[in-house]
Nanobody, 124 residues
Framework: QFQLVESGGGLVQPGGSLRLSCAVS????????IGWFRQAPGKEREGVSC????????HLARSLEGRLTISRDTAKNTVYLQMDNLKPEDTAIYYC?????????????????WGQGTHVTVSS
């Protein structure tokens, strides 16, 4: 059974940084791609970034371009999302999920085994 658990969210001031973690169990990161998503209050869930089984990545959110790094530690079976220069509009619940295949996909409906999410609040 696949399980993905997010952590690392919290309250951060504008301009600050956070590193979110997605701990994976039930499969290895070399097997399936992992995507990060976010849902702001009153808005639809949107894709943020995705890392495939080979370690390549695709950033999905133009609003985060240049402020985002996705990485992984295969020994810990954990994917990380580093976000820098955070803005109030980055406030959201951040989720990770898997495509169930080795490569990334762009549609939310192609992802499954969603974690419970971690809250990120950017405010002074």
């Amino acid at each position: 059974q696949f399980q993905l658990v997010e952590s690392g969210g919290g309250l951060v001031q504008p301009g600050g940084s956070l590193r979110l973690s997605c701990a994976v169990s039930g499969f290895t990161l070399n097997t399936y791609a992992i995507g990060w998503f976010r849902q702001a209050p009153g808005k639809e869930r949107e894709g943020v970034s995705c890392i495939n089984g080979g370690g390549g990545y695709t950033h999905l959110a133009r609003s985060l371009e240049g402020r985002l790094t996705i990485s992984r530690d295969t020994a810990k079976n954990t994917v990380y999302l580093q976000m820098d220069n955070l803005k109030p509009e980055d406030t959201a619940i951040y989720y990770c999920a898997t495509t169930g295949v080795n490569w990334c996909r762009t549609k939310i409906e192609d992802f499954r085994s969603w974690g419970q999410g971690t809250h990120v609040t950017v405010s002074s």
